[in-house]
C-alpha cells in the first residue's frame, strides 16, 4: 500500500456470494485504483463459526465473530458491510449508523420502503457515509452509456426498456428457504424478481432516465407450492415468479420492464436499451463489456448499429487495467464501486446510490407488487 | 405454366406498395410451387388512371379499370386483392364476396373489430375463398417456429414476447394522410403502431401460442399535431405511436408486446421469442432466415442459444428456392402466403388467417386501444 | 411491360439450379427495374426432351429444344445463357458468338484461363454483349462496399480476406460426376473449390482492390477416391477439396483466401474482410444485408464495428425494391446482374464482368492449383 | 490463509503490464483457488528505484531491488517471475534455474528457439519446476474447447484456423524501443507479431490439435522506419508488422494464421476455429466467454451454431468464481495460469506449457520468419 494511504478497516457481516463478491473487491481496488484508502479486511461475523472461520482464511480475516454486534461494538471498525439476506438488513444497518459506523449493505435496501425509510433516517441522522451495492451501474459499458446519455448524445427520451431473464427456478423441486434459496422465500427476501432483479433494472434506469412517475404491472407465481429448505415442508411460494411493468417516466419516455426466472437459456440476461431522437443505447450483461450504439447523425447510408467494445483507456475505469481489448469481469463492478465510494470519502461527497437514492428503487419495487394485485396504475 | 394447371384471374384494387408485394407474389408463385393453379394478373384498379397505367405496364397486368366496381362485375376476374388503406377494405370486400369472388385482403381485416364483423359474415355467407395478409408467419423461420412449437420441443410455455420496432416518424415534419402517410391518419387506419405493427405481433404470438384471455396497455402520441399531406393544414394526430401491452394467454402463458416509431435505429425490428419448459425460440425480422433456438436437453456444459440458418432442405418452404445457406427475402414470404392460398383452394381447405382468424386480432387491438384510453386490464 | 421496352429473347441452355436462378432473374427484372428492355423466355435447351419440358412449363418457356445448337441457329433469339457444366462452356460459348448472339455463361468462364482465351477472342472478335455470372458482386451490400472503398472511406489498404466454407462433401458417399455432382469430377469443373467458390472470392477481391501480383497456395484432397454417379465405379478424385492461398496485390495490400467443403457447420459461408488505414469493412453471405464497417475517424469511445443494414433506399439496387429493414434474397443477386446488363445494353456500356474480366479470374485460379502442387510462390 | 497452506514466495523481475497482469495473478488466486499454496510477494525488481517502489506500494511487495541478481540471491525467494522483454529471459532464466529457483518466464520463451534451448536445458539439469505464460490457455472456454475436442466431440480434425488482429501500429508517429514500444523493436522483441500474436496462436493450436509438421508464410513490414524511443533517431524497423501462414498438422489437418497490427478496428481479436467431422468449434477473444459450437450429431432441422456461455459450475475454472451468466476477465486468465502451476507443485506434475513446450512454438515462430524471407516451405 502507498504510505500516504488511510486504513479503512471492513467489518463484514455475512460469507455467501455477495460477501465473497465484496471481499474481493475490497482486496483488489488499491492494486489498480489510487483512491488515498487501503481497506482492510478486519472481521468476518456469521452465526455458524466453522463456516465463517473457512471463509476467513480464505480471504485473509484477521479475526472472526459468531455475532454481529460484536462487529458494531469493535472500535477497530470503520464500516459496516451486510451481506445477508434482506429481512435483516435494517436491524444492522440501524444499529451499525447508531455506532458511528459507515454502512453498506448488499442490495436492495430493505424488504419494502417501509422498512427501508427508518434505515434512511438512521443513516443520514448519524452522518455516517452510506451506499448500496447495485453494482450494476459500475460495469464499465453501462457507466459509458450513463456519461453519453448525460452528454446529449442522444437528445430528447421516448423509450426505455429493460429485462432480466433466469430459468433457475423452472425445476419446482428447487426448494424455498435456507442459505442457498432465500431468495424464493418471501420472508426473507421480501418479494420475487422484483426486488432482486427489476431493482437492479430500475437503479440502473432511474441513474439514466430519471425518475419514474406512474406504472402497472402483471406479477405471477408460476410454482404455487415448494419444499422450505430447512423444514422440509411443501409452502405456499410468496414471491413473484415473474413480473412485468409498464411505465412512464417523468421526463415524458415510455418504460418497459420484465423479469422471470422462467425464461429458458436465460441465466443472467440483463439487457437494457434507451432511444432517443437522435440515438440509442443498448447492453446486455452476458457481454458485458460490449454497448450498441446507434447515431443518427451519422452519413445517411453509413448507419447502423455499432459494437463498442468497452475496453479503451478513455472508457470508464477502463484507464486503470489493461490494455484495449481486454476484459474485465462480474468481480470488478463491485471493484469499481468501492474505488468510488472510497474517493468519494475523500471528497467528501457520497457515491450513489446512497441509501436515500435506494430507498426509491425500494417505493417502485413496491408499486409492482402492488399493481400486480390491483390490476391499477400507481402514481409514484 | 403446367398443362394441368388451372388459371386463377387476379383483380386487383390498389398500386402502392402492398399491390407491388402481392404482384410479386402471384407472379413468382408458379415458378417455385406446383399448387396446381396458375394466377394470371387480369386486370388492376384505382382512381387515378396514369398511376395505374404505369403499374400494370411494370407487372403486365393485360387491363386497368379507375373504378373497383368494375373488377368485381367482371366475369374473367376470379379474385380480388385489396391493397388500399384500411378504411375501404370492407365495402370493397363485402361487395366482392356478394358478387361470389374470392377475397383477399392486405391486414388488417378492418380498422376495428366493429367494421371488420360484417366482412366476416359476408364471406361465410357467400362461401367464397378468403384469406388476410399477415405475411410474417410465411417467413420459414417463423413458420418452423411454429412447427417446432406444436411438435412440443419446448413443452409448457411460460412467456410470449414480441416487439415492432421503426423510427421513420421522429421528425414532426412528416405529414399526416394522403397516399403515403395515410398510416399516420385515424381515419384511414383506424389505429397508429397498434393495427400496423401490433396487429403483426399478434397473428403470430396467437398462431403460435394461443388465444389472448386479457391484457392491459399504455398508449402514447408523442407528436399531437401534424400537417395533412393533402390539404396542408395542422390536424391533431389521433393514432398511437406507441404502444406496450401486457397480457395473458389462454394457456397461462404471460405475454408482452411493445412497437413504436419511435425508437432511433429500428428500420422494421420485428422480434419476438417464447419461453417454454424445456426450450426458448427467439427471431428477428431483420436476420429472417435465423432462429434462435435453446434446447435444454442438451448436455449440460454444451447448452447454448443455436443459430439456426433455416435455409435447407427440411425446412419449411425453403426446400422449393436454392440451396443450403442461400436467402429469399421480404417478398417471398408473400409468395409462400399465395402458394399456401393456391393449395388451400386444391385441397378445399382455406389457408389461415381467414377473415375470422384475423377478426380476432382485430378484437385484441381495439381492447389495446382502449385500455391505453382507461388504463384498465380489459378481458376478452 | 412499358410500350417503349425493347424485348430480348433469351435461349437458355440447361435446366439445373443455375438455370432456375437465370430464369428468376430474367422474369423478375422488369418488375422493379426500368432498363429499356423486357426479356423474353423463348427457348431453353437440354439433352433429355421429359426434363427439359418440366422446367420450360414451371417458367413459362415459349418452346423447347433437345440440342443447344438449336437455339444459336435460331433467328429469333438474342442471347445465348449457358448454364452447364464448365467443360461445356467453350463450345457453346463460341459457336453463340460466331452466330452473332449476345453471351452469358455461369461462371466460372471456363476450367482453366487456357480454355477460356479463345472464348475472350470470340466474342471480341464477334463484337457481341457477353457476361460471366459471378453474381455475388450483386447482392447489394458487397456493391456497398465496393462503392464505399472507391469513395476513399477506408484510404490506403493493407489486408484483404476471404473464404468460402462448406460442409456437403465430408461425406465420403457423395459420389462424384453425373448431374447432381459434376462439381467433384475434375473433367466435368476443371478444379475443385478453387474454381467453385475461391472464383467468387476472386472475382469480387480483384473488383474491389484490385489485381493480384503473386500467389502462393496449400491444396488438398481428403478424400481421394469416390464412386463416379453415373458409372457407380471408385474413382480417384481429381479435384482439390480444399484450398488456402497467401497473395500480394498489386496496390501493397496482403490476401488471404480459403476455401473448402469441410468445414463442419459452413454451408456456404462466403466471408470477406478488408482492412485500410482509416476504416475496415466486413461481410458475411449468411446475413447478406449486414455490412459491418469500422470507421476510426468517429469520435474516439465511441468507435466501434457498425451494423448497416443494406435495406435502404440509398443502398445500392434497394430503392428498387421494399422499405428500409426489408430484405431481398439470394435470387435477387441475379436480377441485379441482369438489370446491370441491360443498361449495360442501352448505355452500350458492357456491364461488368465481361469475358475478359472473367478470364483473369481463372488465371489466377490456374495459379493456385499449381502453386498448391509445387508449393512455390508465382507471379502473375 | 488456511492453515494447511505453504506459502511460496516470488521474487519478480520488472515492473510493467505484465508484471501486474502476473501481480494480480498470484494476489487473488488463494481467494477463489484452493492449491495448498500461498503466493506472497515478496520482491520486486527493477533497475529505476522511483518505478518500482510506487509498484511495489500498490502490490504490496515486502521490499523491492534494483538488481535482479539480488532477487535470485535471496534465500527467501522461492519463484523467480519474468517479466520483461524478451531479450533479457534467457539470462534471468538461466541464472534463476542455477541458483534452484523455481522460473516463470512471460512468453515467449525467447526470441528465438536457438536462445531458448540454453534455457530448457537449464531448468530441465537444475529439476526445477519451469512455466511460460501462455495465459490463453486458461480462459474458460479455450480450456473448454481443449477438453471437448479431446473428448472426441468433434472426431477427425480437418482445418483450424486462427487469427490475431490489431491496429495501433498504423500511425507511422508511433515509435521503436524503448519502455511502452520495445515490442516494435527487433532486438528486444526477436520479431513482431510472430512472436508477439501468432506464438499465442501456435501454442493454443499445438495444445488443442497437435505439432505441426510444415508451413509457408508471408511477413510484411508496412512501416519501413521509426523513430527510436530513446535515441529519437529514424531507424529500419526489423520486426514483421504482418504475417500469414498457411501449415499442415501432424494429424492431416490443414491450417491458416495470420497476425498484424495493420487491421483497422480490431483491437487484440485473437480468434480461432477448428473444423472436425462431426463438430466445430470457433471462439473470439472480444467475447471471451462465448463459444461457438456446432453439432452435427442434431436433429437435422435444429442444427445451428450454438453460443455457448461458458460460465456455469461445469465449465473449467467457473466453478471456483461466480454464478451462471457472470464472467471473469483477462486478468483471470494469468489467476487460473497461477492455480494450475500451484496444483502442479503439489501434485509433483508440472503445469503446461513448461519451458520445453514453449520451445516448440520457439521453433515454429522461427520458420515462420525463415519462410517469410525464403518464400518456401519448411519442415519441422
Request: charged share 20%; aromatic share 10%; hydrophobic share 40%.
Amino acid at each position: 500500500m502507498a504510505a500516504k494511504q488511510k486504513t479503512l478497516n471492513i467489518g463484514m457481516v455475512g460469507y455467501g456470494f455477495m460477501a465473497r463478491a465484496h471481499s474481493h473487491a475490497w482486496s483488489e481496488v488499491s492494486h489498480f485504483f489510487d483512491t488515498g484508502y487501503q481497506p482492510v479486511l478486519k472481521a468476518v461475523a456469521a452465526r455458524t463459526k466453522a463456516n465463517v472461520q473457512g471463509f476467513a482464511d480464505a480471504w485473509g480475516y484477521e479475526r472472526i465473530e459468531t455475532d454481529w454486534r460484536k462487529l458494531i461494538e469493535a472500535p477497530d471498525i470503520d464500516a459496516i458491510d451486510i451481506c445477508v439476506p434482506n429481512d435483516l438488513h435494517a436491524e444492522i444497518a440501524i444499529a451499525a449508523a447508531r455506532a458511528g459506523k459507515m454502512v453498506l449493505t448488499e442490495k436492495p435496501l430493505a424488504r419494502t420502503a417501509k422498512e427501508g425509510k427508518p434505515m434512511v433516517d438512521a443513516v443520514e441522522k448519524a452522518g455516517v457515509p452510506n451506499m448500496v451495492w447495485y453494482n450494476y451501474r459500475r460495469i464499465p459499458a453501462v457507466t459509458f452509456i450513463k456519461n453519453m446519455v448525460d452528454a446529449g448524445k442522444i437528445g430528447k427520451v421516448f423509450h426505455y426498456r429493460a429485462a432480466f431473464l433466469q430459468d433457475w427456478t423452472i425445476n419446482p423441486d428447487v426448494p424455498q428457504g435456507g442459505t442457498a434459496t432465500w431468495r424464493l422465500d418471501v420472508d426473507a427476501a421480501g418479494s420475487g424478481v422484483t426486488g432482486d432483479l427489476i431493482a437492479h433494472c430500475l437503479d440502473t434506469a432511474m441513474w439514466i432516465n430519471g425518475g419514474i412517475s406512474s406504472l402497472t404491472a402483471m406479477t405471477e407465481t408460476f410454482v404455487k407450492e415448494r419444499k422450505h429448505a430447512v423444514t422440509g415442508k411443501m409452502q405456499p411460494v410468496g414471491i413473484d415468479d415473474a413480473a412485468a411493468v409498464l411505465t412512464r417516466f417523468a421526463n415524458g419516455s415510455l418504460g418497459t420492464f420484465e423479469s422471470t426466472r422462467y425464461a429458458r437459456g436465460h441465466k443472467a440476461a440483463y439487457t437494457l436499451e434507451i432511444n432517443g431522437e437522435h440515438g440509442s443505447f443498448a447492453w446486455d450483461l452476458h457481454d458485458l463489456h460490449r454497448v450498441s450504439w446507434f447515431d443518427h447523425r451519422v452519413e445517411g447510408p453509413l448507419r447502423g448499429w455499432s459494437s463498442i467494445h468497452v475496453t479503451d483507456g478513455d472508457h470508464p475505469y477502463m484507464g486503470k487495467w489493461w490494455v484495449p481489448g481486454l476484459s474485465v469481469g462480474y468481480g470488478e463492478s463491485f471493484t469499481h464501486q468501492v474505488a468510488d465510494f472510497l474517493t468519494g470519502l475523500k471528497k467528501k461527497k457520497p457515491a450513489a446510490p446512497t441509501f436515500r437514492d435506494a430507498l426509491e428503487t425500494n417505493r417502485v419495487c413496491d408499486a409492482i407488487i402492488a399493481s400486480g394485485k390491483s390490476g391499477k396504475w400507481i402514481k409514484l
